[in-house]
């Protein structure tokens, strides 16, 4: 069984399901699991998936099998709560279908009441090994 990926098989990846596609940027509460699941997704206040698009895989060296992000993102007015995960998924709606990846995140982002997230441009990276 092959243990790592290719180079062009991990840039085709992850081109084929984030850069150019419909992909939402979603914050949850606790681990999303392997299969998305949406109820541990953020909720409340003016809380909604915000879309967010990526770069082109980079090629050579280290850069491949990777993309950043290349927009911003905001989430405003939201609710106090603990962020403890980025998901990503290509529905903008809360449904355990269309998802396609989550993001630990490491301190975990305490988020007061009426505040907002920002994400700015290549402040998240998705690597395949």
Known sequence: ?????????A????????????VWLAL???????TG?????????NYARQRIYFGNPATGGAANKAILNN???????????TITYFGFWNS??????????SYQLSPALAVTASSQVLVGPNDIAIVLV
């Open 92 to 101: 903008v709606s809360a449904t355990n279908t269309g998802f396609l990846c």
């Open 11 to 22: 840039n085709a990846a992850l081109s084929d399901y984030f850069v150019n596609k419909p």
């Open 37 to 45: 699941d949406a109820s541990t997704e953020f909720g409340g206040g």
């Open 71 to 81: 927009s911003s993102v905001t989430f405003s007015n939201l609710l106090a709560a």
């Open 1 to 9: 069984m092959a243990t790592l990926l290719g180079n062009w098989f």
């Open 28 to 34: 949850h509460l606790t681990d999303p699991g392997a």
